[in-house]
């Protein structure tokens, strides 16, 4: 079982760029790990997955391909969105998650654990 707290989100100009992690409390070699958004008064969306161990694969929503970056390192249990050119529409609060398996996909029920979210938020 992992514990995960996300960090990095803030308030950030439109075209700007952030990058947020999350910090696992255990070892995430053998998880998948992604990344998901949620907007006021919208359902919550699938944004970027990475494989486990040397995360060889990678996914990402198509309107969050080319600017968005998933990335882990294993030895800091910790993974990383690097969010660039960044819209208002990516306004959002933004969780980690975690799947002890290859790949989970895009779906969030696939995934059993969940950070507490930060909030990103892209002024125009």
């Known amino acids: 079982q992992v514990q995960l707290v996300e960090a990095g989100g803030g308030l950030v100009q439109a075209g700007g760029s952030l990058r947020l992690s999350c910090a696992a409390s255990?070892?995430?070699?053998?998880?998948?790990m992604g990344w998901f958004r949620q907007a006021p008064g919208k359902e919550r969306e699938f944004v970027a997955a990475?494989?486990?161990?040397?995360?060889?694969?990678?996914d990402y929503a198509d309107s969050m391909k080319g600017r968005f970056t998933i990335s882990r390192d294993n030895a800091k249990n910790t993974v990383y969105l690097q969010m660039t050119s960044l819209k208002p529409e990516d306004t959002a609060i933004y969780y980690c998650?975690?799947?002890?398996?290859?790949?989970?996909?895009?779906?969030?029920?696939?995934?059993?654990?969940w950070g507490q979210g930060t909030q990103v938020t892209v002024s125009s």
């Open positions: 255990g070892r995430i070699w053998e998880y998948c």
């Open positions: 998650a975690a799947d002890q398996a290859y790949y989970s996909g895009t779906q969030g029920d696939k995934y059993d654990y």
């Open positions: 990475i494989s486990w161990r040397s995360g060889g694969m990678t």
